[in-house]
């Protein structure tokens, strides 16, 4: 394993994202971590990193799980700790239950992202739930359509539901608001 003093020298001819501060390029590095799940979003993006923190020779990384009982948690640890090493000796990613993960903390990058994989983001947590019956939850990601319905709420993990898109025809699964 490289020290975190020699893969911080521009010198030793490494990527120009370690010549910077190590916590800024560990954050750059985590770009590179997508959810095992849904590969066009990061763990970034989706909101699941709660903390980095560095020492000399330390770095630690605390993901925030999506549910408990998430069945990609563990994935996600482990490819953060890979694309990690070499960053300091002691690299470790933990998984924390310090604040629950929300919604809210996918970026709007991350919003994005899924939009253009098929999956619809999830609504605004400030969703007023009176409205429901005229505006809808789920928005199609693939042609924008309002006209969709709900297939099964329960999706393949506990945090999507599937829909149901009456214009393109498609079917799509949408991040529930947590």
Avoid at 24 to 29: E, G, L, N, P, R
Avoid at 54 to 76: K, Y
């Amino acid at each position: 394993m490289v020290s975190g003093m020699r893969a911080l020298d521009p010198a030793a001819g490494v990527p120009a994202s370690l010549a910077m501060p190590l916590e800024q390029a560990v954050w750059a590095a985590l770009e590179d971590v997508h959810d095992p799940e849904i590969p066009a979003i990061s763990v970034v993006d989706l909101g699941v990193v709660r903390r980095v923190d560095v020492a000399p020779g330390r770095v630690r990384v605390e993901l925030l799980p999506t549910f408990v009982g998430c069945p990609a948690v563990d994935l996600m640890r482990r490819a953060v700790e890979e694309r990690l090493d070499g960053f300091a000796p002691d690299v470790e990613a933990v998984i924390s239950f310090a604040e629950p993960w929300t919604s809210e903390r996918i970026t709007l990058e991350g919003h994005r992202r899924l939009r253009e994989s098929g999956f619809g983001p999830p609504a605004p947590a400030a969703y007023d739930e009176r409205l429901l019956p005229l505006l809808p939850v789920a928005p199609c990601p693939y042609c924008g359509s309002l006209d969709t319905t709900i297939e099964n709420a329960f999706g393949p993990t506990l945090c999507r539901a599937i829909y149901h898109c009456s214009t393109c025809r498609q079917p799509f699964e949408q991040f529930k608001t947590v």
